[in-house]
């Protein structure tokens, strides 16, 4: 009766573990994300065969390294093993089960990873893991289990294995076929933005002719005031209004040969500047888009002494800076931007602060504000480009680009340059 009653309860679980398998079957071809994978099969191998931890390992071919998607216990740590490395590995390279009980007494056994987790392995069960054309895509692993496995275990794994194969190679195709079409969408913007960049190049080849061309009528009107106001008795109020087109004119040389200092760009070469000056300049071309923007500017320059740099270049890092601020000030309708100058003489540097009260930089994306391409402006309004290259730029004068920022708060972006002010003097 025992027996009967034995080989029921055998036939009962059999049919359990199919229709888990069944199960297993329809989960794994609902899915094409391989982390979506591993949780699914984790969570059902799991629930069959009673073991502590389980891993799978999804074979990497063109690097042929074995890396644990998703492992249990061992929180964002991801495994990599070369194949032929490891327990998982040697089951990689001969595409045979390998059930070790000792783990330790093992000397293929790579207790690395337990020095580095804080776990100690007992026994492993690896099982190759192959696609419908019989290629090796992964392998299953699963440590300490809590009793020993049975034949039937084994046949399920098998069978959970033939599923896992199939749904694998689909998702890794999946895989590689995004990261495809991310390398082509981030090819299209490189070329897109060099095509911009070429286009920007010609356009300020072809402004900066023209702003050079009416600096000369500038100061031929300039001048004619001047002999107006000598060689003619005039009354005191068309002497004021002399001065008042004295002082336009003036004003439209200053903001003409700053722009044609920036459209020029930077030469490459270094030589002895004044940083406060080209800070001024800057805020000067950008004069007026924050009026039209209701942004105020406050400077609080202190003296500084001549440093070498790439005037240019610099004027593109302070371009780019105050761009951002009074963008980001005019999201909030108004506002104010600082900028700051001074001189640490201990650390021999000069700190430029761009300092805003807009909103902020959230959190999420303040790891990536430095990355090519990354942008939080709508498609079309930005290019992603600007405060990468303004880090290299000031990378490149041995000197640094960081920001302080949190929600509500605004943002401050500090330029570090190098204060070689001595070697300047000498």
């Known amino acids: 009766m025992a027996t009967l009653k034995s080989s029921h309860q055998g036939e009962a679980d059999r049919v359990r573990r199919l229709e888990r398998l069944l199960d297993a079957s329809r989960l794994l071809n609902s899915t094409l994300e391989l982390a979506e994978l591993t949780e699914i099969v984790l969570r059902i191998v799991r629930d069959e065969v009673p073991v502590d931890r389980c891993t799978l390992f999804v074979l990497d071919r063109r690097q042929m390294l074995l890396r644990s998607f998703i492992a249990q216990g061992v929180g964002q740590f991801e495994i990599a093993l070369p194949v032929g490395h490891g327990l998982a590995g040697i089951v990689a390279s001969t595409g045979q089960p390998l059930d070790v009980t000792d783990a330790y007494q093992d000397s293929r056994f790579e207790h690395t990873f337990d020095d580095r987790l804080g776990y100690i392995t007992r026994d492993v069960f690896s099982i190759p893991v192959f696609n419908r054309e019989g290629v090796l895509v992964g392998v299953l692993q699963m440590l300490n289990r809590k009793r020993p496995l049975t034949d039937r275990d084994k046949e399920f794994l098998s069978g959970m294995c033939t599923y896992l194969g199939l749904a694998v190679h689909n998702a890794w195709i999946h895989r590689e076929l995004l990261e495809n079409r991310k390398l082509e969408e981030e090819l299209r913007l490189v070329r897109d933005r060099l095509a911009h960049q070429e286009k920007l190049s010609a356009m300020g080849e072809l402004i900066g002719g023209v702003i050079h061309e009416m600096r000369n009528p500038l100061s031929v009107a300039l001048g004619q005031c001047t002999l107006l106001r000598d060689e003619i008795k005039v009354s005191a109020s068309i002497a004021s209004r002399i001065a008042k087109i004295e002082t336009g004119i003036d004003r439209a040389a200053k903001i003409a040969r700053n722009f044609l200092n920036f459209a020029r760009g930077g030469s490459g070469e270094q030589t002895p500047t004044d940083v406060n000056a080209i800070v001024r300049q800057t805020v000067d071309l950008l004069a007026y888009e924050f009026r039209k923007s209701a942004v105020t500017v406050e400077l609080d320059l202190q003296s500084l002494p001549p440093v070498n740099v790439d005037p240019g270049r610099i004027q593109q890092v302070l371009l780019n800076l105050l761009k951002n601020a009074q963008e980001s000030v ?36 303040q790891p990536r504000v430095f990355e090519p391409f990354f942008t939080t402006k709508p498609r079309g309004s930005g290019t992603g480009f600007g405060l990468s290259v303004s880090r290299r730029i000031a990378e490149e004068h041995r000197g640094s680009l960081s920001f302080k920022s949190s929600a509500g708060s605004g943002t401050t972006f500090v330029l570090v340059l190098p204060d070689d002010s001595e070697l300047v003097r000498t």
């Open 330 to 365: 005019a999201e909030r309708r108004g506002g104010t931007v600082w900028v700051r100058s001074s001189r640490d003489a201990k650390k021999k540097a000069i700190r430029i602060q761009v300092k805003d009260d807009g909103p902020g930089i959230p959190a999420i994306h």
